[in-house]
């Protein structure tokens, strides 16, 4: 099984396969990651042309660096077995990811996980290079979401799919992502967006927001971005090339955090050092860090990394509050 490789998903971007110009749109567009959609965004009888326009598109290339993913359409349908091994073995050398929707148990992870060893094996394609993207999207699948995320190793994210969850429990409102009328304490995506996201911490997956359908109101996008940026969420769909800079800006660390993030990094790996003391717990300026602080800062580094950011501070140990404005190598 090939080992996976974590991958920057700030913006997911939405593409119908149908839509031929679209998916060439898209590869100049500076979303993280696009999925190129064969289910809901695609009409039944549009589904075996969406098919070969998606192959087509991911074997001319141009979406750089780009995640490239394909979502298929659930097994209760007539047309995942087909999805799969058309676009496998259509494009499979130029695929990253294969996403699921509708995921209710993790018995059909499984499956789609078997039908694409089968299909890499044929084709002489790398066995478990192809990434699984699991979608949540009703009770059955929040209540399994562990499992889900556990049921193989090529599982990447666990996405919130808010429209239809919110039909399957019978949610009293007709706008995706917004707070039900008479919902007035609190947020009512809480417990489903901690448990999805619990259960990707869990199995070091990454926990991927869904879409904000009014994709003309930015703010109203930017809004409900943050709040699964401030759980810890990783990125969120975008359905309209102006949803795509405010999901990267949202899910990517402020540059005062990432410089924060580095600055303990550097002074926790110096202080803990032989030269530095080797101490377990040390001031830096007015704040105390330790080995929880340097977890943190991990975290916050590590999306500021992923998302390109440059620092603008460097650790000085002779400095009052350990910061320079020039790096080592310059002062």
């Known amino acids: 099984m090939a080992e996976r490789v974590l991958r920057p998903r700030r913006s997911n971007l939405a593409v119908p396969g149908s839509s031929p110009k679209m998916l060439e749109k898209a590869k100049g567009l500076p979303a993280d990651q696009v999925f190129l959609d064969i289910e809901d965004a695609v009409a039944p009888l549009a589904k075996p042309e969406a098919r070969k326009n998606i192959v087509a598109a991911l074997n001319e290339g141009g979406y750089g660096n780009k995640v490239r993913t394909v979502r298929v359409n659930d097994f209760t349908t007539e047309w995942t077995y087909r999805d799969v091994i058309e676009v496998v073995e259509g494009a499979g050398a130029n695929l990253d ?27 002489g394609l790398e066995v478990g ?13 929040l209540v399994n979401v562990d499992a889900i995320a556990a049921a193989s190793p090529r599982v990447e994210t666990i996405i919130f799919g808010p429209a239809d969850f919110m039909a399957s429990i019978n949610m009293r409102t007709l706008v995706v992502g917004e707070q039900p009328a008479g919902y007035t304490e609190g947020d009512a995506y809480h417990y489903i967006l901690m448990r999805i ?42 359905l309209h090339p102006g ?36 101490l377990g717990a040390v001031m830096i300026g007015s704040e105390m860090i330790d080995e929880a602080s340097n977890k943190m800062a991990l975290v916050i580094s590590g999306k500021g990394r992923a998302a390109g950011m440059q620092r603008t501070i460097w650790f000085d140990p002779a400095s009052d509050d350990a910061r320079s404005s020039a790096p080592p190598e310059a002062s």
């Not at 990454?206 to 994709?215: F, N, S, W």
């Open 97 to 123: 990811c294969i996403m699921l929707p509708k995921v209710q148990t993790a018995e059909q992870v499984v499956t789609l996980d078997t039908l694409l060893t089968q299909i890499e094996k044929a084709n």
């Open 129 to 141: 290079r192809l990434g699984i993207e699991a979608q949540i999207e009703n009770a059955l699948g």
């Open 197 to 238: 996201l619990m259960a990707a911490r869990a199995h070091d997956k990454q926990a991927i927001d869904g879409p904000y359908l009014q994709i003309r109101d930015v703010d109203g996008y930017r809004r409900v971005a943050d709040r699964a940026a401030a759980l810890g969420f990783d990125g969120k769909w975008v």
């Open 243 to 278: 949803q795509v800079d405010a999901a990267n800006e949202v899910f990517s660390p402020k540059q005062d955090d990432f410089d924060h993030a580095e600055l303990i990094l550097d002074a926790y790996a110096y202080y803990t050092s032989e030269a530095g003391g080797k």
